[in-house]
């Protein structure tokens, strides 16, 4: 049977990027210990010689239908690249897996406990002859509070859910303090209050009070969030998007900084 | 040319709805006499007879894009939908037409004008012999304010953007009283306060304080809406959504109603 | 501490369904033996009584929270129920689970194991005193073949995706024989030919020609469809959609029929 | 009224961008003469100096409000920036205007109008003193038909429909020749064959045949829009993603280039 993929190129352009992209499997993802499945959506590429018409698109789904096999760290992430590289004989593979982690939580009075859902990436870039580049992207829920409408009203303040997200790229590969529920709380920390999928009445007075005596603009929240992210140690680069949901308007309000 | 959905079919199972779906076209609605042109995303379907086949979709495309020549009010939905009898030869035929379509308003204060886009939706079903059934479907967002939290909490109260989403089914086909904009100000109404694009600070200190004063809960809301209604001298029916983005979690509360 | 939801109202409205919606948490599904942990997106609500204000959300949160621990069959969706009657003091409850589910296949002719998601719903509704009323949702992919295309040109014929959305209501309680993986090989038989997430070149062949041997326009496969449900023992009614994201239109072909 | 937005930041971080996202406005976009009213979404942002604790987020709403007003042209994008740089006193202004257009198609061989619609945007970013850097993004639809699956199977070939994602930026601000129109012409006549909303059944015949006979991979027409590209005059750079949704799997191939 013909190998028509296999055919000459002489366009003469090589390719950056070339794969599958929403693929939907079940990964078992690992973080610091806690394993938890998960529908996975995922982007997987790899660089196309100047001189090949394509590249073979199943033996990247192959790759990733072994992987649904065993837990998955960050580091695992690296192995993946490397076996593109190698089964699809390229010098660059990268791979964006996306999923939902739960985060254990406990309401602030009554301390019962719930589980929140965290938007989150894995991306790795991997070149033969480096390392991988691994980013981390998490999208992190919390309530903000106006400072402008606490101020100039005599009573109340507009406060709204809001979002962040942010891409945190590590300076090397060492992921083994890397874990997605400390930078979910260190996230979640920076807004005006956390918020909670279970709240008693007990609970639902203390986050609102707690909101009304933190009240912070959009760009409040973004400098404290890149304050904090500055304090990590092995970042060597971020990303961060902060975006209020305005009770106020039916629009959004949006601050976003990298450095 | 061989007419392959001509083809005789001896399953024996009447196809209730066949045809397109996701059609963009641009349409120009028009909302006693508020002429917009808007990016019309459509459905539009017609029964098929057991005896048959398919259906001839390509004729249903060419009825939509006659349409995007001329102005359209809801009565002249019946007019699609009587061409489509017509031209697939069959007794029944259904449209839904949905796009946004931009309200004025006025901040409370300032009185600074600006535009706020609601999502509409035209959906008429008629079958032939008898009066088109049309039902209106609008989007509408404002704000609400937690009466639970602002009677336990010594300062403050969780607030949020809240969307209604309602379907208005009308009794008679007289249309001349149907307005998509008064619609959205009776339910806008309901809510704890209106939410406007352009707010200055003496604005937003009027909001503030409105949404403080009229505390509602989701349910309360609802119940609003629903007397409101019922308040329409034409409807036959409606059935209503009212949905809270809470701003102390991450997911909403939500009530629903309909007679 | 003021339980500001227990007050009395005086607007005199039962409200049919009022409670949380987009609750995300981890549940286990059990199918027919075969238990994934997912990430499901979740609708629950209650009944409100006309004299009382507002439903304790926070108590269906609980309740959710409480099925995280353990696995969850059809079955079980009626004791969630239940227990929502019982803690909400009401007379009615429903619930609607959404999750993607993994149903291993195996390539035609290399058979190459691998994994494909389908999108499910488990809907239940239950009133006091009665059994629950239970629909299994399912959205199927599979591949379509035109026949007009097939039959007037020279050579090829256009063919693309399609999906089938099911929504299948069960005449009684047993749900020992249902099961979402034989339901989806139900239906995606009923396509041009089925679809894979790993296909190899004799696979990709064999694919190709089979749904080039089954031209059916989306009116084909939905009446197929229709057949193959009747035969189905213990349902009392389904409602059944499919679409075709044509591959030479902008825009996709439908039909839908409930029975 | 106390003005918090301007108080003093003592965290020393200048915030790259600040301001409102996901405004709809109706827009008067104006392509090489053709304006057409759109729902535009929009992203409206400036940087915030280091020692200003916020934004005024209204007078960003006030600019969009008065270009609800009058036809805008590429040009007229680098007016509303100055705008912003003027009326919130920075030095970095940007925004991003998402609409759909639509062209006018006629069918190959019938030659009946109909009218397509691309999903466009307009971004723009203007430091002071700088002239604006504007890029056009595009969503153009197209079929792809697989050179592999036609050249080893016995009859057909997998086909689908396809979409290119490009991002051109341009070199200079002379925008007299940049027509949306034409750059969708351009991309479209890179795929295995163009996609009409509406065929009869000649155009059916053509297109099913005009695919067959121009097999290509996701790989084959990204380096043709790739070469396209590179023969437009004054275009500094471009970034093109190109995604087929494959009719033989639930997951899409994608190939991506930038130069």
Redesign the interface.
């Known amino acids: 049977?013909?190998?028509?993929?296999n055919q000459p190129?002489e366009?003469g352009?090589k390719?950056?990027?070339?794969?599958?992209?929403?693929?939907?499997?079940?990964f078992l993802i690992s973080d610091a210990g806690n394993v938890?499945?998960?529908?996975a959506q995922i982007?997987f590429?790899v660089a196309?010689a100047a001189n090949l018409?394509?590249?073979h698109?199943?033996r990247l789904?192959?790759i990733l239908?072994e992987w649904?096999q065993r837990p998955l760290t960050i580091s695992d992430v690296e192995k993946i690249l490397l076996d593109a590289l190698d089964k699809l004989s390229t010098d660059f593979a990268a791979i964006t897996i996306a999923?939902?982690f739960?985060v254990k939580k406990f309401s602030p009075v009554s301390l019962?406990?719930?589980?929140?859902?965290v938007d989150c990436e894995f991306s790795g870039e991997l070149s033969r002859g480096s390392r991988m580049k691994f980013t981390l992207g998490l999208n992190v829920?919390f309530?903000s509070?106006?400072?402008?409408?606490?101020?100039?009203?005599?009573?109340?303040?507009?406060?709204?859910?809001s979002i962040c997200r942010a891409k945190l790229t590590f300076a090397n590969n060492d992921f083994d303090n890397v874990s997605i529920e400390k930078f979910v709380r260190l996230i979640e920390a920076q807004g005006s209050?956390e918020?909670?999928?279970?709240?008693?009445?007990?609970d639902?007075?203390f986050?609102?009070?707690a909101?009304?005596?933190n009240a912070k603009?959009?760009?409040?929240i973004?400098?404290?969030v890149?304050?904090a992210l500055r304090g990590v140690e092995n970042l060597s680069s971020f990303a961060v998007e902060c975006?209020n949901?305005?009770?106020?308007?039916?629009?959004?309000?949006?601050?976003?900084?990298?450095e």
């Open positions: 049977m013909i190998d028509v993929q190129d366009r352009i390719i950056h990027q070339t794969g599958v992209t929403r693929v939907h499997l079940p938890q499945q998960v529908a982007r590429t196309l018409r394509g590249t698109m199943s789904t192959e239908t649904t999923f939902k739960f019962k406990p719930s589980l929140s859902a829920p309530t509070l106006c400072p402008c409408s606490k101020e100039i009203s005599d009573c109340g303040a507009h406060n709204q859910r209050a918020i909670f999928p279970l709240l008693k009445r007990e639902e007075k986050v609102t009070e909101a009304y005596h603009f959009v760009e409040d973004l400098r404290d890149v304050i975006e949901f305005e009770s106020i308007h039916n629009h959004n309000a949006f601050a976003a900084h990298e």
